[in-house]
């Protein structure tokens, strides 16, 4: 149990006023940060870094330093869910997932609810992350170094599968979509032969269509306008604004153990790969609508369809902070930012650092205790507070909802070409739900396209590379297997019902 | 000109619609042919993937329309009703004047500026709010952003003639 | 109009109450924000050299404004020059450059040159190590390259960074050198170039020694040789008893090629003979601080940092150099 006794004397490093002060401050920040689309976690821990860089020379100062980036992350992390919920506006890509219920619940006036079951839920992923690292994080930085490029392919094949026939509808449109969403993520270089695709010449297509900007206008300013077709209001104006919606809302939460293991266990896998917390959302949203016995009632507004997407994007989100301390990888863009904090104030990630800096390292993994605790408190006594924003009349928020969303375009590349494009893609949001095109398909599509494309060519590159190699050990094989069993399991589970209907008939007869 | 009169059928709406991903697809299909659509030595060249989801864009935008034409009662219902988009209109065409007016080639107010107008001209115009009401909030709502993000974050957000005259540009 | 006058003075009294503007008279200095454009993604060798020094900046109170980093990494960086090229004349926008300064636009066609750009001065060079896994056989480079040709073309992976860039032109330089064949096998982050090593999915990769030196000091990664026609000066041990200088130069060790990396500074076009001037002065002070002596040691970078014509005329002969290995590599674009 010499991991107690390290995490003991983390807390000692972590436990000051001064450290617990910037805890506080740190998560502050980082939810407002999160509120915010485009001011993201990595943005935010990026303008910090210098305000870092002195205080990392005094003593002790590096591990004051993460801890103040490192609650910035947290806090957004729980303040991406507050737009999703509230207004349909995922304010970090990985809170997508949590807008297909957590909005339809706010409508119903039950904003309080879906606060608390994402904050709380958000916490556990992160506790249950936390815990993982504490006790068996050697193993878990070997388990990251399976993971070469077909193996990558099949979690994201993995990701799709879980996601697929979520729709209702003619498929086609869901075809369309999805399509779509793999088309705009082609737009821009090619990463495995560095030629340009689909950009026709212009200059504005070379950086490909950013995930943000459709979802912010597909979501986000759609929803505002199918909104408005039926008058300026918001629905879900009669949101209780007590304290007691968060114990009724816990009194509800055990319930969903189940889902809150499986996404918690998806969230950690996606984090230390590491495959990131946007897919891990996803998958586990996925999961949980094929498994859950409510599965049919996904998307109309349940309680449960909220815990799932944020424990996991939590995990996730908390557990990539691994391979980034023990391998240098970043499991995030946030984290690429804090290794290159990291790098700067002359600490060096890598198999080493546990060794040399266990003063930081369990510092470090104190502070993520301490401060999801701080970050869930702070949140929780907040949620009247972010409930009470959908009292404000809508013509007074609906502009002010613009103008963020204007803002959150612009600062995702400096450019004013993707505020119209968000413009744009609001328009298109709002066609799309008015013809039943889904669009949770083509999001997905467009922030898993690329990647899950590179990783299948990173794997057929070179003579030797051939379909087989999905399956060419029990690692890759056993991801691959489940994700296609996943895919078919419509047809298989037809195919097992037709069959026992037969033997069922010719008994009867 | 009633309210509830139909501006299009679903029909069409569904037509235009699978008509433009039509458009899309081939578009997409078309710019593969200079990457190359084969799977060569090295596995699918880069034009590969985009081609056959050009293709299946294609495909099934052309079953979406067959299905638009076979609707039936279905598709004579209103896709959008003249009140209806009159409302969308409403907010919509000032937000394109609104994004027109953040920078352009000709007279940029940058954005603090241009949101403080478009959150008064949403308040005036749609909530009959008055004055004293309309400019705390806009104006609170902007210096709100501007110290957020000019001057803590430091994130530089397109500006015009009024933060120049503050020497804040 | 009342409230126009309003909004001006309230945000006046705002802005003045958190920042005063000095604008002295003799020489030039920003007058507004400096916006740093790294040409690439967060996180990577040019991005942290960026951020470090705008923190560098900010903690010595080297330049009155205050300076931001904006990344612009889309389409191989073109976004990031792209950007730059068309700010001619702006004095508050610099940018550092990776090599694809010069391979995104001979690889793309993407239309920029340096040459639209006003070349500032160089900050270092940055070298390239060739890897191996601990459990590789290969003790030397030659030993290892032999037995990548002896084994047969597509037998071997090297990883590197990005297609058509540095790595993969190292891995030609390499190929064509000796004879032996790779299958380059592109990735998006140096980062993970180096674990894709250390997890054995490639053979060998041609990481900046700060991509690598977590993993070498581990023992899970071996260094055969830097690709520079000198050692590496530094002298500290890094790993066991080895130290940076402690590796070969590749022509030492039977592999002749060499390759350094632009870690240079841009302004836009147009700009006055003073105005590049204040960024030469500010960059040295930044060189000369000892937060980037350290930064220089860890990862391990050429220190030469040329300025004025000395510095244009090395980013001319790198132009020429890359046009040519990426001619015969057939890494050019289409016209």
């Not at chain 3, 540095?166 to 170039?193: C, H, R, W």
């Amino acid at each position: 149990m010499q991991e107690i006794q390290s995490l003991m004397g983390g807390f000692a490093v972590a436990m000051s006023w001064f450290n617990l002060a910037l805890m506080l401050a740190g998560v502050t920040l980082g939810v407002l940060i999160g509120v915010l689309p485009g001011l993201g976690g990595a943005n935010g821990v990026a303008i910090l870094l210098p305000l870092t860089f002195s205080m990392s020379q005094q003593p002790g100062g590096a591990t004051s330093a993460i801890i103040l980036l490192s609650c910035i992350y947290w806090g957004a992390l729980f303040g991406g869910a507050i737009t999703s919920i509230l207004f349909n506006i995922p304010g970090e890509p990985w809170s997508v997932a949590t807008t297909f219920d957590g909005y339809p619940l706010a409508q119903q006036g039950r904003a309080g609810a879906a606060l608390t079951a994402a904050f709380t839920s958000s916490f556990v992923g992160a506790l249950v992350a936390v815990i993982l690292i504490t006790f068996i994080s050697p193993i878990i930085a070997r388990f990251a170094l399976q993971f070469g490029p077909p193996e990558f392919f099949s979690v994201y094949l993995l990701t799709f599968s879980a996601f697929v026939g979520m729709s209702k509808g003619t498929p086609f449109k869901t075809i369309t979509a999805m399509m779509t969403g793999f088309a705009l993520a082609a737009v821009g270089i090619d990463t495995v032969t560095g030629q340009l695709r689909l950009t026709f010449g212009f200059a504005d297509l070379l950086k490909g269509f950013d995930f943000l900007i459709a979802v912010i206008g597909l979501f986000g300013i759609g929803e505002i306008l199918l909104t408005i077709e039926e008058g300026l209001e918001f629905k879900g104006a009669q949101a209780k604004l007590n304290m007691r919606v968060v114990l009724d809302t816990w009194k509800e939460l055990p319930k969903y153990w189940k889902t809150s293991i499986r996404s918690s266990a998806v969230g950690c896998m996606m984090g230390i790969v590491p495959g990131g917390a946007t897919p891990a959302s996803f998958m586990s949203y996925g999961l949980a609508k094929k498994m859950s016995r409510d599965g049919e009632k996904f998307g109309t507004g349940i309680v449960e369809g909220v815990v799932a997407p944020e424990t996991a994007a939590h995990a996730a989100g908390t557990s990539a902070l691994l391979p980034m301390l023990t391998l240098g990888v970043p499991g995030s863009p946030t984290a690429a930012v804090l290794l290159g904090g990291l790098l700067i104030w002359g600490l060096q990630p890598g198999p080493l650092l546990f060794v040399e800096k266990p003063d930081f390292v369990w510092g470090l993994i104190a502070s993520m205790y301490l401060g999801n605790i701080v970050g869930l408190i702070v949140v929780l006594t907040c949620v009247p507070l972010f409930a009470a924003i959908l009292r404000v009349p809508f013509s007074i928020i609906a502009p002010v909802i613009l103008v963020i969303c204007a803002i959150g375009a612009y600062t995702v590349h400096n450019s004013m070409f993707d505020v119209w494009l968000m413009l744009v893609f609001g328009i298109a949001g709002y066609v799309f739900k008015k013809l039943d095109y889904p669009m949770a398909p083509l999001v997905l599509a467009l922030v898993l396209g690329d990647r899950a494309e590179d990783s299948f060519r990173q794997t057929m590159l070179g003579p030797e590379g051939s379909l087989g190699l999905f399956f060419s050990n029990p690692l890759v094989g056993t991801i691959t297997g489940a994700s296609l069993l996943l895919l078919f399991w419509p047809l298989i589970s037809s195919a097992i019902a037709v069959a026992r209907g037969r033997n069922g008939n010719r008994r009867g007869g | 000109m009633q309210a509830n009169k139909p501006v299009a059928s679903t029909r069409t709406a569904e037509l235009a619609m699978a008509g433009l991903f039509l458009a899309f697809g081939t578009l997409v299909m078309w710019d593969t042919r200079r990457l190359g659509v084969s799977w060569g030595d090295d596995g699918p060249q880069a034009g590969y993937f985009p081609f056959y989801i050009g293709l299946f864009i294609v495909v099934s935008s052309a079953f979406n329309i067959f299905r638009a034409l076979n609707l039936g009662e279905k598709g004579r219902a209103a896709f959008v009703e003249w009140g209806q988009l009159r409302m969308v209109l409403l907010v919509m065409v000032p937000t394109v004047v609104y994004v027109a007016l953040i920078a352009n080639p000709w007279f940029s107010l940058g954005i603090y500026l241009a949101s403080a107008i478009y959150i008064a001209f949403f308040m005036w115009y749609l909530g009959k709010y008055r004055w004293a009401r309309i400019a705390p909030v806009s104006l609170g709502v902007v210096v709100f952003f501007f110290l957020m993000f000019e001057v803590w974050f430091k994130v530089p957000l397109p500006k015009g003639p009024i933060e120049a005259a503050i020497g804040f540009n | 109009m009342e409230k126009r006058t309003f909004a001006k003075g309230l945000l006046a009294a705002v802005v003045a109450s958190a920042f005063s503007v000095f604008t002295p008279a003799f020489a030039w200095e920003p007058t507004k924000t400096v916006e740093f454009i790294v040409p690439a993604g967060t996180g990577g060798g040019a991005d942290q050299m960026a951020r470090l020094t705008q923190s560098i900046i900010a903690k010595h109170n080297l330049m009155k404004q205050s300076m931001v980093v904006v990344n612009k990494g889309g389409g191989a960086g073109a976004e990031g020059f792209l950007e730059v090229k068309g700010a001619k004349g702006d004095p508050h926008k610099i940018i550092i450059t990776l090599s694809n300064l010069f391979t995104t636009p001979l690889a793309t066609g993407v239309p920029f040159n340096w040459k639209d750009l006003t070349p500032v001065r160089m900050l270092a060079l940055d070298q390239f190590v060739l890897w191996v896994n601990k459990d590789n056989p290969a003790k030397t480079a030659k030993e290892y390259v032999s037995a990548v040709k002896a084994a047969g073309p597509g037998k071997t992976k090297m990883g590197g960074t990005g297609s058509k860039q540095e790595d993969q032109i190292i891995t030609v330089a390499l190929e064509k050198q000796s004879g032996a064949k790779f299958t380059y096998i592109p990735y998006k982050g140096g980062g993970e170039v180096a674990t894709q090593l250390v997890g054995k999915h490639i053979d060998s990769s041609v990481n900046n020694p700060i991509e690598a030196v977590a993993q070498w000091r581990a023992g899970n990664l071996r260094p055969l040789c830097v690709f520079d026609n000198e050692r590496m000066p530094y002298k500290t041990k890094i790993a066991g008893d080895m130290s940076w200088n402690d590796i070969p130069t590749c022509k030492e060790a039977g592999v002749d090629t060499d390759y350094v990396m632009l870690r240079g500074i841009f302004m836009a076009g147009g700009v006055t003979p003073d105005q590049v001037q204040y960024y030469v002065d500010l960059l040295e002070k930044v060189r000369q601080t000892p937060e980037w002596k350290k930064f220089m040691e860890d990862g391990a970078f050429n220190q030469t940092a040329l300025t004025g014509k000395e510095y244009a005329d090395w980013v001319a002969k790198a132009e020429s150099l890359h046009q040519g290995l990426m001619a015969e590599a057939g890494f050019l674009a289409k016209k």
